[in-house]
């Protein structure tokens, strides 16, 4: 599975969007992006994740390059309970599909009132 | 519906003992996966379980071992435990093995003295 880079930290204000970036130049070609986070003291939450195609659901937004080495997260109006560490995570789907996922160090979110 | 059980939530245990941790999944969930969280090597692969029978191991040395049972229930064990052990261990369960999306539990919070 393809390595992620990801800023250490993020700051951003009550009621703004949040934009997380994460570096993955190694993707191949059947690799899906995925995203968690984890709230400190709870087990990682899943978001989201995509393939080629931009990506929205009830908690955030998933946009990925068009070459697919880069994608951002993007939380519309953040809010106070988003301050949590965000992983992004390359995880391919082969036959013998397995759970496995390999987390980097995350992206420490802390939204300011 | 209920989420991931994981018991206890919290454990203290002394060197050279060992320990068993629960982990219920989401009903009609039937892979199990497992994860340990330290602060210097964050969150690692353990290994995960599909249909009782264990389809992938992390680079955990054999005094750690697991097993799920009939109901998808599954177990982990730590034989003779060290210092580094303290951790924080994570469950998470999926409907299958390669899931999109898993949830995990709230873990386990082992401390070894």
């Known amino acids: 599975d393809a390595k992620t880079t990801q800023p250490p930290s993020m700051d951003c204000a009550e009621g703004r969007a949040a934009n997380l970036p994460c570096n993955h130049s190694?993707?191949?070609?059947?690799?899906?992006v995925y995203w968690y986070r984890q709230i400190h003291s709870q087990g990682p939450q899943y978001i989201i994740h995509g393939l080629k195609n931009n990506e929205t659901n009830e908690m955030a937004s998933l946009i990925i390059t068009e070459d697919r080495k880069s994608s951002t997260l993007i939380l519309p109006h953040a809010t106070l309970r988003d301050t949590a560490v965000y992983y992004c995570i390359v995880r391919g789907i082969y036959g013998g599909a397995t759970n496995k996922l390999i987390f980097g160090t995350g992206t420490l979110l802390a939204v300011q009132p | 519906k209920a989420g991931v059980t994981q018991t206890p939530r919290y454990l203290i245990k002394t060197r050279g003992q060992q320990v068993t941790l629960s982990c219920s999944p989401i009903?009609?969930?039937?892979?199990v996966s497992w994860y340990q969280q330290t602060p210097g090597q964050g969150l690692q692969f353990l290994f995960e379980?599909?249909?009782?029978?264990?389809?992938n191991k992390g680079n955990f040395p054999g005094r750690f071992s697991g097993r799920q049972f009939s109901n998808s229930r599954s177990e982990m064990n730590v034989s003779t435990l060290e210092l580094g052990d303290s951790a924080l261990y994570l469950c998470a369960s999926s409907l299958r093995a390669g899931d999109h999306g898993y949830t995990f539990g709230s873990g386990t919070r082992l401390t070894v003295v």
């Open positions: 190694t993707i191949s070609g059947n690799e899906y």
């Open positions: 009903s009609g969930h039937r892979s």
């Open positions: 379980y599909f249909s009782e029978t264990q389809r």
